[in-house]
C-alpha cells in the first residue's frame, strides 16, 4: 500500500541574469511522479544538479512547490494550513547531508535532539530527557554526548545525532538527503548499517536521495533516476542498476562500475 504518492510534481525558479536584467525562470523539478509504499526504502539517484534534493525539500514543504500533487497517507500535503502542516511534520522528518552544517553549534547534543520535541510540547522535561537517552543510544551514542557540543564530535558521530534528532517525533516517513555523502569513507558503511537496522526496527518508510549507486543497491527496493529535472526510469533497483534502458541510467551506471 502506498505511503507517498507525488504526482506531477514541478518547482521553478527565477533567475535574474544581471541587476537590471530581465528575468528567467528554471525548471528544477518538472512533472515528477513516483510512489513509496509503506515500510518501502525508495531510492531517488541522478547527477549533482538534476533536481533530486529539491524533490525532497518540496515534499516537505522546505521549498514550496509550484504545482503537482503530494499525498501522505491520503492526505494532500501541498495544499495544507500552516496548523495542520505542523502537525504532520511529526510524521515527516529529514537527514541532511551536512552534519557540519545542520547542527546547531551552539546547542548541546541532547538539546539538539530535544528541540523538536520542546517546539510541538511533547512530554515533561524528565519524559523528554529520557526521550533523547533512548535515541542516542538507539543510533550508538553513549548517554553523556547529551552534554556536549557538535565541535566535539566526529563527522559520523555528528550524522547520527541528525539521525537521532529526525526520529525523535517518531516518523513514519523519513527522508535521507546524501546521508553519507559528507563522510569519510571508513565510517561511510557504518552510517548505511545503522540506516538499514533502524528502517528494519522502526518500520520506516525512507525515501533515500543519492549519486551513489552502490549505496542505492545496498539499501533500495525500488529507484527513480533523475535527468534534468525530469524521472526518466523507475523500477526495481536490482533491475534498473543492472540492466537500465535508459541511456542517462546506462552512462550512470557504467561510470560508477568503472570507479570501482
Request: proline share 3%; charged share 25%; hydrophobic share 45%.
Amino acid at each position: 500500500m502506498a505511503l507517498i504518492e507525488v504526482a506531477g510534481l514541478v518547482k521553478t525558479f527565477e533567475r535574474r541574469q544581471a541587476l537590471w536584467g530581465r528575468r528567467s525562470r528554471i525548471r528544477a523539478v518538472d512533472g515528477v511522479s513516483f510512489t513509496i509504499d509503506e515500510g518501502e526504502t525508495f531510492g531517488l539517484v541522478g547527477e549533482s544538479g538534476c533536481g533530486k534534493t529539491t524533490t525532497a525539500r518540496c515534499l516537505l514543504r522546505l521549498v514550496e512547490p509550484t504545482a503537482g500533487s503530494f499525498t501522505f497517507r491520503g492526505e494532500e500535503v501541498f495544499g495544507l494550513a500552516a496548523a495542520r502542516l505542523r502537525r504532520l511534520r511529526r510524521d515527516m522528518q529529514m537527514i541532511f547531508q551536512d552534519p557540519g552544517s545542520s547542527l546547531n553549534p551552539r546547542m548541546t547534543a541532547g538539546a539538539i535532539v530535544e528541540e523538536g520535541l520542546v517546539i510541538h510540547g511533547l512530554g515533561a522535561p524528565s519524559e523528554r530527557r529520557a526521550r533523547v537517552r533512548e535515541l542516542l543510544d538507539l543510533v550508538g551514542l553513549d548517554t553523556g554526548a547529551a552534554s556536549r557540543y557538535p565541535r566535539e564530535f566526529s563527522g559520523g558521530q555528528r550524522q547520527r545525532i541528525g539521525i537521532a534528532r529526525a526520529l525523535a517525533l517518531r516518523p513514519a516517513f523519513l527522508v535521507a538527503d546524501e546521508p553519507v555523502s559528507a563522510l569519510d569513507v571508513s565510517v561511510q558503511a557504518q552510517i548505511v548499517n545503522l540506516l538499514m537496522d533502524l528502517q528494519q526496527r522502526l518500520g520506516l518508510t525512507l525515501l533515500l536521495v543519492a549519486h551513489d549507486l552502490r549505496l542505492v543497491r545496498h539499501l533500495c527496493a525500488r529507484v527513480a533516476v533523475m535527468h534534468r529535472g525530469r524521472i526518466v526510469e523507475t523500477g526495481s533497483a536490482g533491475t534498473v542498476l543492472r540492466t537500465p534502458a535508459h541511456p542517462y541510467t546506462r552512462a550512470l551506471v557504467e561510470a560508477a562500475d568503472g570507479e570501482r
